[in-house]
């Protein structure tokens, strides 16, 4: 459907949940392209001129509009294929190193933003639990354990946590190790959300410029392929454990 209304899959999706409030000429061609009737047509546009800004669902205050799309569709993801070349991934991230890496990230950021932005990673998390969690498969380079985030108290914390994440049936965590060289995920992160069978991958990708989507087949298999290769170099689950420990004790002991 974005490709027969010319929108990108993120804004077409935030129009059709309600998030966002398009523009009439947005409106007419999508009720057009939909085949709204001509009755149906003038009364949603009715509707639009008469409705104040209020009275559409607002973005989480102090979260980009991209990013309340990308969390709409986290929550309907079956599966999520993550790789992170700096930072351990938002889903298994300690509230304190979360606040760390936020505030270095983007530290003209005011307070309010930042912990409304901790408070959206830390309420995620629940995704990885209950009765039919979400499937996380984590890939993470180890420059992201060796990085010195927030201290050695907050690093520390932040590894057991991976530690005791290792030990959910729906997460796996492997770690690029530094003796595997250069790596087709040295270019930066991605997440594949993969959903229920008959709806497509998508995409999502986070940069200074902008947060993409992406959603074409082309796109889709490039990245996958990517991830695959990245999974083939990584050490394995149970090497991994034995990566995450020394970086532990790194921590602890606080060497370089």
């Known amino acids: 459907?974005?490709?027969?209304?010319g929108l990108n899959i993120a804004t077409l999706y935030r129009l059709e949940t309600g998030k966002a409030?398009?523009?009439?000429?947005t409106l007419r061609?999508?009720?057009?392209?939909?085949?709204a009737s001509a009755q149906q047509q003038e009364q949603l546009l009715t509707l639009l001129k008469d409705a104040g800004e209020r009275s559409w669902l607002q973005p989480l205050s102090?979260?980009?509009?991209?990013?309340?799309?990308?969390?709409?569709?986290?929550?309907?993801?079956?599966?999520?294929?993550?790789?992170?070349s700096l930072f351990i991934p938002g889903l298994l991230q300690t509230?304190?190193?979360?606040?760390?890496?936020?505030?270095?990230?983007?530290?003209?950021?005011?307070?309010?933003?930042?912990e409304n932005r901790v408070t959206a990673r830390m309420e995620r998390q629940a995704l990885l639990e209950g009765k039919q969690p979400l499937h996380?498969?984590?890939i993470v380079d180890e420059a992201a354990l060796r990085r010195r985030v927030g201290?050695?108290?907050?690093?520390?914390?932040?590894?057991?946590k991976l530690q005791e994440a290792m030990d959910a049936p729906n997460i796996t965590l492997q770690v690029i190790p530094f003796q595997a060289g250069a790596h087709p995920g040295m270019p930066g992160s991605f997440v594949i959300m993969q959903f229920e069978e008959g709806n497509p991958d998508v995409i999502y990708i986070e940069n200074i410029a902008a947060d993409l989507f992406l959603e074409n087949a082309t796109d889709i298999s490039r990245y996958s392929l990517v991830f695959e290769h990245l999974r083939a170099i990584a050490a394995s689950p149970e090497s991994t454990r034995?990566?995450?420990?020394?970086a532990l004790t790194n921590a602890t002991e606080g060497g370089g």
């Open 1 to 5: 459907m974005a490709e027969a209304t």
């Open 21 to 25: 409030k398009p523009q009439i000429r």
């Open 29 to 35: 061609s999508l009720l057009e392209t939909y085949g």
């Open 62 to 84: 102090g979260i980009p509009d991209q990013y309340a799309t990308y969390i709409q569709f986290e929550k309907e993801t079956r599966r999520l294929l993550n790789y992170e």
């Open 95 to 114: 509230e304190d190193y979360a606040r760390a890496v936020i505030k270095g990230a983007e530290p003209t950021a005011s307070r309010d933003d930042v």
């Open 136 to 138: 996380l498969w984590a």
């Open 151 to 160: 201290g050695q108290p907050t690093m520390r914390a932040q590894l057991r």
């Open 242 to 246: 034995a990566i995450v420990a020394a």
